[in-house]
């Protein structure tokens, strides 16, 4: 008789699935001049409160301006995108090194800080190449970006830069582009790199 039982038994524990709770979803809720903070919401409510500008919780905290993940600080997972300090170690250490700034270069880009690395030797056909590396930041218009790259310059008779470049390039927004300046920035100073503007 137990055994006959216990089907009903485990249907009047086991919740109904129409009255089984609704799935609760992470917001950070704006408490007017108390700042911010975690709550847990139905996920019809969701709506209403990332119309009064409340935002959902992410994971990571990156560089736009909001507190993604709700802890209290802005942006603590922000970085450049391009390049850490460990990756302009990796490109540029161990090469001669300069870097170049300008408020309006000859493409129409503004504020423009590249810095680069090369060395030089002379090919079979007599020709003089430096190939040369670089990691830039700056503004097209409106929109930053921040790149890595490589190209070769060569020297007299030609006096310009070989066809064989290679550029990653992003855009990013502003507050990742004063970190990818402050990045090379602190490269610069700290490896007493010479740098010349415009």
């Known amino acids: 008789m137990l055994l006959a039982s216990a089907p009903l038994l485990v249907s009047l524990l086991a919740p109904a699935a129409s009255g089984a709770p609704p799935a609760k979803v992470a917001v950070c809720h704006r408490r007017g001049g108390a700042g911010a903070g975690p709550i847990s919401v139905s996920e019809s409510a969701v709506a209403a409160h990332l119309a ?73 056909d007599g020709q003089w190449r430096s190939p040369t590396v670089g990691a830039d930041v700056g503004w097209d218009g409106g929109q930053a970006w921040c790149a890595t790259w490589s190209q070769t310059w060569l020297a007299a008779p030609t006096h310009g830069w070989d066809s064989d470049g290679v550029e990653t390039s992003i855009d990013i927004n502003a507050t990742e582009e004063a970190l990818c300046r402050g990045v090379l920035e602190d490269w610069i100073a700290d490896e007493a790199v010479p740098l010349q503007t415009w």
């Open 52 to 124: 009064h500008g409340d935002h959902l919780v992410a994971a990571t905290d990156p560089a736009n301006g909001i507190d993604d993940d709700c802890d209290g600080t802005v942006d603590e997972d922000a970085a450049c995108p391009c390049f850490a300090p460990a990756d302009l170690d990796a490109l540029l250490g161990g090469q001669s090194t300069y870097a170049y700034g300008w408020a309006v270069r000859s493409d129409g880009t503004t504020d423009v800080l590249s810095l680069r690395a090369y060395s030089w030797f002379q090919g079979a």
